[in-house]
């Protein structure tokens, strides 16, 4: 389930490279009919050519976003498994999923707290800006 916040596209590179700073993330990226699933760290990244190109640092992931098709990032919040699951979801103008980031878990399995703080103040800002 995806709650009301959401961050216009245009921030998408922001939100990016705030992530790039925490620890380990899971990103899924649902394409034909298939799921990719990357667990670790997000990589980095930098503008070159009309592409936002995520530096592979050895961890195997890498790619080049083209954050133009952003239209908005929406944080969702849903039980996955019965346990609580929090992502950002990265929509087109027609509301498709391109990618989302999911919060990451610990070896017991529990969310990162300091990964939940980050977000609910992030939340708590766009919320914010929002009603002005």
Known sequence: ?????V???????????EIATWEKV??????GGSVFEFKGPFPKGS??????????????????LNLEQ???VAFQDKKHRGRESL?????????SVIFKIFLGRDGSGNLFDEQIKQRKKKQI?????NKK
């Open 26 to 31: 899971t990103t899924i990226v649902l394409h």
């Open 7 to 17: 961050i216009q596209g245009e921030f998408a590179e922001t939100l990016l490279k």
């Open 87 to 95: 992502a950002f979801v990265f929509n087109d103008t027609k509301g």
């Open 125 to 129: 800002n766009v919320d914010e800006k």
């Open 1 to 5: 389930m995806t709650n009301n916040t």
């Open 70 to 72: 952003v239209n908005h």
């Open 47 to 64: 503008n070159r050519e009309g592409f936002y190109n995520l530096e592979d640092l050895g961890s195997g992931f890498s790619g080049h």
